[in-house]
């Protein structure tokens, strides 16, 4: 079966940081774009970051200069690396995979993890 193992959430103070890391197993992870997603009370899902099996990323333009996703392929995982956090950072974080093969996607998500920053 697809898993996505989220770890490293946590409570940090305005400024710090904190390095999120999701572990994929039952998939060839090569294959896919690797996203993470948060998700604040009252507001919709959005995209933080990705990163495809050609390393090239995309990112909100919120996080853009604190944020750095990477991918280890021989460990199956990806990690967001949060930098300089602010309150607004407040949300529960998603891991994504995803493949697109003509009209048919495939589409996995993490559990979540929680991240808040407060003082």
């Known amino acids: 079966q697809v898993q996505l193992v989220e770890s490293g959430g946590g409570l940090v103070q305005p400024g710090g940081s904190l390095r999120l890391s999701c572990a994929a197993s039952g998939i060839i992870f090569n294959l896919y774009t690797m996203g993470w997603y948060r998700q604040a009370p009252g507001k919709q899902r959005e995209l933080v970051a990705s990163i495809t099996n050609g390393g090239i990323t995309n990112g909100a333009d919120s996080v853009k200069g604190r944020f750095t996703i990477s991918r280890d392929s021989a460990k199956n995982t990806v990690a967001l690396q949060m930098n300089s956090l602010k309150p607004e950072d407040t949300a529960v974080y998603y891991c994504?995979?995803?493949?697109?093969?003509?009209?048919?996607?495939?589409?996995?998500w993490g559990q979540g993890t929680q991240v808040t920053v407060s003082s």
């Open positions: 994504n995979a995803h493949r697109a093969m003509g009209s048919y996607e495939y589409d996995y």
